[in-house]
């Protein structure tokens, strides 16, 4: 690369050269014009710069050769915006002594304006012979259309690469930070989090009101939640959902109506003020991920919390009806727009609201993934009255397949819920 040109002009350069389609398109503009040299030049406010040329005589233009813009014919194609066609250099007054004559032996010559397709000037495409020519300007004009129109597009076409390369890349480098941050978000809550469940533990075997130890086994039990869900965050910065949330499947209804429980619990805690009206309706076993069924409905009440009228009770639902498991939570306030309801399950999404600046934009997002994992659906109906965010999986569907389920499993989930 030559450093003393300017940063785009050499991209450009560098475009031209690189090209495979670019020299068939010269040969053929030879082989219409029947004239023995040909290139496209890239200009500049002050340059003139030769770049993949084509010939059949000996005319020992170089490729790469950069000349002040005011010394070329060309800069009257600048100017203009108009073909140039010199039929005799030698015997024309105004060029007898040009350079191109004098220097190369150049006898005639033309030049047309080379565009991409948003009207950018580029440059020109040059033509030159050792012979005198007698052109016929519109014959010439006319033939060479095409090719004109083949260079312009694939200039174009090459820029609009450039530009989205460049787009991709500022993404990746953006994404990059981003799970670089939520990694070391993940791993600094850790500590604090590993801290307060063994405070809480000592606190625990300490003679305290009954009502203090209770609060003390939330805060511990709140706490393996909290490691869950930064268990997640660091899935996020893995890319591991990107595969999809693994799932630790497991059969056992009293587990989940305790997972479920806690949370609702967890949530009361959090916030003593707010009215909880929950309806829980599990009355049979089925294969899911207690633990992930929880984070989906801490994450949902958390968004009702924050979004919903405080004088008005949420409502909660856990239940099977019509073999689906449901899981609903609704919350009066302002209704959510449908442009906005298609974006509430992306990620890093958030409303422009004083009462998303803290968060991510992940809770949602994280839902609907765990609500695939299960193969089931979510979805909010929002109305001026109200608004429902409703997870369903079909029990059927699950039951039909054929699931293994370890004794390692459920133990593990045993001693979890039996430290509560």
Same mark, same amino acid.
């Given at each position: ?161 450039? *530009? &989205?390369?460049?787009?991709? /890349?500022?993404?990746? !480098?953006?994404? #990059? %930070?981003? +799970? =670089? ?33 209770? *609060? &003390?086994?939330?805060?511990? /039990?709140?706490?393996? !939640?909290?490691? #869950? %869900?930064? +268990? =997640? ?39 003593? /003020? ?8 599990? +009355? ?137």
């Amino acid at each position: 690369m030559d450093n003393t040109l300017d940063f785009y002009i050499q991209k450009d350069l560098d475009t031209i050269n690189d090209s495979k389609l670019l020299p068939q398109i010269l040969d053929e503009v030879l082989e219409i014009t029947q004239m023995g040299f040909v290139c496209i030049a890239r200009m500049s406010e002050t340059q003139w710069i030769t770049s993949l040329i084509k010939k059949n005589i000996e005319l020992n233009i170089p490729k790469g050769l950069c000349l002040p813009l005011s010394q070329t014919i060309c800069s009257e194609v600048k100017l203009s915006r108009k073909p140039v066609f010199i039929d005799d250099l030698e015997n024309n007054p105004d060029f007898s002594n040009h350079s191109l004559v004098v220097d190369y032996g150049c006898k005639s010559y033309a030049a047309l304006p080379l565009y991409k397709n948003n009207e950018t000037f580029f440059g020109t495409l040059v033509l030159m012979d050792i012979s005198p020519k007698t052109f016929n300007r519109y014959k010439m004009k006319t033939a060479l259309q095409k090719s004109i129109f083949q260079i312009s597009s694939y200039l174009e076409m090459k820029d609009t690469i450039y *530009q &989205l390369n460049r787009e991709l /890349s500022e993404e990746r !480098r953006l994404a #990059e %930070l981003r +799970d =670089t941050f939520i990694a070391i978000l993940g791993h600094d809550l850790r500590n604090p989090v590993a801290t307060t469940r063994m405070i809480s533990d000592i606190l625990i075997h300490q003679k305290l009101p009954e009502a203090a130890t209770n *609060q &003390l086994k939330l805060i511990k /039990s709140s706490s393996y !939640r909290m490691q #869950e %869900l930064i +268990d =997640t965050i660091l899935d996020l910065a893995k890319g591991h959902i990107a595969d999809g949330i693994r799932l630790n499947l497991v059969r056992n209804k009293n587990h989940l109506i305790n997972s479920l429980s806690q949370v609702i619990s967890e949530a009361k805690a959090i916030d003593p /003020s707010r009215t909880f009206k929950t309806t829980i309706e599990i +009355d049979k076993s089925f294969p899911c991920d207690v633990d992930r069924l929880g984070q989906l409905l801490s994450n949902l009440l958390s968004n009702a919390i924050k979004h919903g009228n405080r004088k008005d009770p949420i409502l909660i639902y856990t239940g099977i009806k019509f073999n689906s498991f449901i899981i609903s939570v609704t919350n009066t306030g302002p209704r959510i727009s449908e442009n906005v309801s298609k974006n509430l399950f992306k990620p890093y999404y958030k409303e422009n609201s004083i009462k998303n600046a803290q968060g991510l934009g992940l809770g949602l997002y994280i839902v609907s993934e765990i609500a695939k994992a299960h193969q089931g659906t979510v979805e909010v109906n929002s109305n001026d009255i109200q608004t429902t965010f409703s997870f369903k999986m079909s029990i059927k569907k699950l039951l039909s397949k054929s699931y293994s389920f370890t004794k390692t499993n459920t133990n593990i989930l045993e001693k979890k819920m039996a430290k509560v």
